[in-house]
């Protein structure tokens, strides 16, 4: 099934909001997609051959965020696809240059806008790990993921960056189902190469592409509960789709990064709590992830609520459905909820 065919499935699923559809103007304006169906349907909720693991950062001793990543790369035994928005740590890159030279090919993609990027090409280079800037194209090159021996996809929302390991609340996702290894290897490969990669029925849920959609149809479809953990949100049809959420009766709780980390957030508060959806805040850590979670359903990765992450920008998120995968990520929100502070 072509990605066509899936922007049309999800707009049927996207239909049973049709107040968010009407909702916004300009940048924030819902991108209008073509309904009619024209095969088979994509069913991007099919179960995996094996679920996926949700890592919390940072974390402490072997279960912290930034030692995963290490044993990841420590691991690999053949090749690692690294991309990601924002890479500073040292020691991250000597492992990966530890890696290339011991004979698993490393590959890495880099976003040329943010500091400290010319720094770590040349270390990584330098020590023989072939890097490319991501395409300009994009606002922003912001994915943060690895292939590992092209059998394991990690996929967070913190960067390589000591921020990211130590001081953030960052979520994580370990996946080995083959389907959803392939189709990152496929983004990698296209963004490699300058080329657009082409998907079919992904569950991988990807920017530029029908992510915006894919959200909105999520939250829309949830029926009980409804929790979000972000570092920003500021696309208008998403803000209306949590509203409209907490008006049938779902249970809505929204936690964000503290004004003083992210100064919108203060605007987004003010319109949510005023229709009644229950607001906090929190610092420290402070709140870098780009999590919702909707019946016990957790969608995780890189994705901020904006129209550019959702529409514009290279970014990777996945759904975590199967069982109690996504147990983590929730006892997590409910501890950051209580400490956090009531906007």
Not at 311 to 317: H, I, K, M
């Amino acid at each position: 099934m072509s990605q066509r065919t899936l922007l049309r499935v999800v707009a049927l699923a996207f239909a049973v909001a049709p107040a968010v559809a009407a909702c916004g103007g300009g940048d924030d304006a819902v991108d209008a997609v073509d309904a009619a169906g024209d095969g088979a349907a994509c069913d991007p909720a099919r179960p995996r051959s094996m679920p996926p693991e949700v890592i919390v950062g940072p974390g402490t001793g072997n279960a912290a965020l930034e030692e995963r990543v290490v044993a990841a790369i420590d691991a690999a035994t053949t090749s690692i696809d690294v991309h990601m928005y924002t890479f500073t740590v040292d020691r991250i890159a000597t492992r990966l240059v530890a890696a290339d030279r011991r004979g698993a090919t490393v590959r890495v993609i880099l976003d040329g806008s943010q500091s400290g990027v010319a720094q770590t090409r040349s270390q990584l280079e330098a020590g023989g790990v072939e890097v490319k800037l991501a395409s300009t194209a994009f606002p922003n090159a912001h994915a943060k993921y690895l292939v590992v021996d092209g059998t394991i996809d990690f996929i967070s929302s913190g960067n390589f960056t000591i921020a990211g390991f130590d001081d953030q609340r960052n979520y994580a996702v370990i996946d080995r189902d083959p389907e959803d290894v392939a189709d990152l290897r496929a983004i990698f490969a296209a963004d490699w190469a300058g080329q657009t990669p082409v998907l079919d029925c992904s569950r991988l849920v990807v920017s530029p592409g029908d992510a915006r959609a894919r959200v909105l149809a999520f939250i829309a479809a949830a029926t009980t509960t409804l929790e979000a953990e972000l570092f920003y949100l500021s696309d208008s049809a998403v803000r209306v789709a949590l509203i409209q959420a907490h008006t049938r009766g779902v249970a809505v709780r929204v936690l964000f990064a503290d004004p003083a980390d992210m100064n919108e957030n203060a605007t987004t508060a003010d319109t949510l709590t005023g229709a009644g959806v229950p607001v906090r805040v929190l610092t420290p850590p402070v709140v870098h992830a780009k999590m919702l979670i909707a019946d016990g359903v957790a969608l995780i990765g890189s994705h901020n609520m904006s129209s550019t992450s959702l529409r514009d920008n290279r970014e990777v998120s996945v759904f975590v459905r199967e069982g109690n995968a996504a147990a983590p990520a929730k006892a997590q929100f409910e501890s950051d909820w209580a400490a956090g502070r009531m906007w």
